[in-house]
T-cell receptor, first 114, second 108 residues
């Protein structure tokens, strides 16, 4: 597998469930990102990790909890979500953690919260 | 406030016609701007960045600081150009601020 992979590709969960999204990058990058893509809204940056440390948290609700155990893996733990959290969640990676450097995106996880 | 505006949600042009996708930005410093593209069933990917002054797939984009714009242009549209196009601005924290995107449809 090359590039950035995300699992699962689709997820349906109830508001009381706990689930996790997984992202893996095979590019040797040192920065990883979680984005939320909702219909008719701009791409929203949720979390940034650079060298496995979180450097950005754009006021994301605590029901979203990121984890970056190493530079190749990124998780997004979900619990007690709301229906408005339904969206496409994109993972991306880049070298050096700077916006100047190209970000490589995964295919996304389509999340539906019932 | 730092912001990227793509005023057109949808743009439809005929094959062979010129294309211009508009992007305006609001930023107090020296901007770094990008265009990303997402073709059907493919991932979001970088198309071009203003600092490179390059032409990719026939597309160019010129930074106009006076008009705070970074419009994406192509003189002759091709059917394979149909996609979602996103303009993005690098902010002072070196992260990207995204526009809402423009869906480009090229009619045969």
């Amino acid at each position: 597998e090359t590039g950035v992979t995300q699992t699962p590709r689709h997820l349906v969960m109830g508001m009381t469930n706990k689930k996790s999204l997984k992202c893996e990058q095979h590019l040797g990058h040192n920065a990883m990102y979680w984005y939320k893509q909702s219909a008719k809204k701009p791409l929203e940056l949720m979390f940034v990790y650079s060298l496995e440390e979180r450097v950005e948290n754009n006021s994301v609700p605590s029901r979203f909890s990121p984890e970056c155990p190493n530079s190749s893996h990124l998780f997004l733990h979900l619990h007690t979500l709301q229906p408005e959290d339904s969206a496409l969640y994109l993972c991306a990676s880049s070298q050096d953690g700077g916006g100047y450097n190209e970000q490589f995106f995964g295919p996304g996880t389509r999340l539906t919260v019932l | 406030a730092q912001r990227v505006t793509q005023p057109e949600k949808l743009l439809s042009v005929f094959k062979g016609a010129p294309v211009e996708l508009k992007c305006n930005y609001s930023y107090s410093g020296s901007p770094e701007l990008f265009w990303y593209v997402q073709y059907s069933r493919q991932r979001l990917q970088l198309l071009l960045r203003h600092i490179s002054r390059e032409s990719i797939k026939g597309f160019t984009a010129d930074l106009n600081k006076g008009e705070t714009s970074f419009h994406l242009k192509k003189p002759f549209a091709q059917e394979e150009d149909s996609a979602m196009y996103y303009c993005a601005l690098r902010d002072s924290n070196y992260q990207l601020i995204w526009g809402a995107g423009t869906k480009l449809i090229i009619k045969p």
